[in-house]
């Protein structure tokens, strides 16, 4: 049973099980993302593509006869087949060829699938949420992420599940997405579809007593996980701010977003009293099958007259504003719900996802490190 550091005055997290789950149908079509990165681009090149969203829900003791004995097995289950509508979570990446000045990643959706962690946390739920400094760094050890391997990222999952439970029966649900899914309202839309389907499930339980993948069916290890499988990227929570740009009608170029990104960046400063940094990187969702990533650096915009009334198109938003909160078993809301953007290291992150058919024409997300 493998046990990851949290800290020293406080229980230890135990890692009981680790296992790849796939779409329960093969994925067609197969729409790739391509992800556009230059290949003079220094900023990218030497900070890499690093950082997450990601988001952690709490949930109190379900009932008795919905103990946490079978909650894996059915999270299996369900979760296998809301990757067939959102197959691209389940995909890795893959370097492609290319003869202008970039260099373009894909996003295939070849079904390798997500990975899944069990964890146990010897402590009441109530207890943790009522931690202050400690729960605020334990927080981050509820979701697990591996960076990107930059050498041989096809092998890197881009979306982890890790389920939790907790000594009174509450258990949380965290989730990591890479920054080139990007997309924190995808992720809230896949959260929606796979409690849907986990509910659905559970409905038939007067057919299906338990679930395949329930580990008593398994035989049972005692030996820890290889440490390539369990060790994790240490990712600092990064001070985020969301806004929402209400502007329509006007020409949505790599060129428009930048000066949006900037503006804010400049409010974010301002509201967090905080100097950014003087680097960071942009993603920018430009349509459905493309995310642009690029490197800026503040100097560079220093002596540029950033067109000022793009503010009025410019307000705040909130991390509610991503999604409604997902019950897993009905009439058992989430007691909390968490959000933010992972980062490493100093890296700055401003996140651009156009979203037409919503309220608002994007969604931005500042990150600081």
Known sequence: MAVCDASESLPKLQIEAVMSVRPVKVSEPRRVRRVLMSDTDSIVKTKGIHGCYQIVLYYESLKEEEGDKFLAGWIVESLGSALVEHPLLSGRLKKKDS????T?????????????????????????LSLR?????????????????????????????????????????????????????????????WADIHNSMLLQREEIKAPIFHHSHLVKNDQPPPAEVINRTRCGKAQSMAFKFIGKDLNLNQEFWREVAMLCVEEAEQKLDKKVWTEFSLFVKEMCEVMKVEGHSKSGYCKKVLDQSLKNEISGGTWNDFGEFVMFHEGNKPVHVSRWIGSIADDGNVVVIPCPEEKASAVIIVSLP
């Open 99 to 102: 003869d202008q000045d970039e």
């Open 104 to 128: 373009v990643l894909e996003i295939v959706p070849n079904d390798s699938g997500i990975r899944l962690y069990e964890v146990r946390f010897p402590m009441l739920l109530s207890k943790f």
């Open 133 to 193: 400094a400690e729960k605020e760094h334990l927080e981050a050890e509820l979701v697990f992420w591996k960076e990107i391997d930059q050498h041989n990222p096809q092998f890197s999952p881009l979306f982890y599940v890790q389920v939790t439970h907790f000594e009174c029966g509450g258990y949380t649900v965290g989730i990591s997405c890479s920054l080139l899914l990007a997309d924190a309202l995808v992720v809230e839309n896949f959260l929606k579809t």
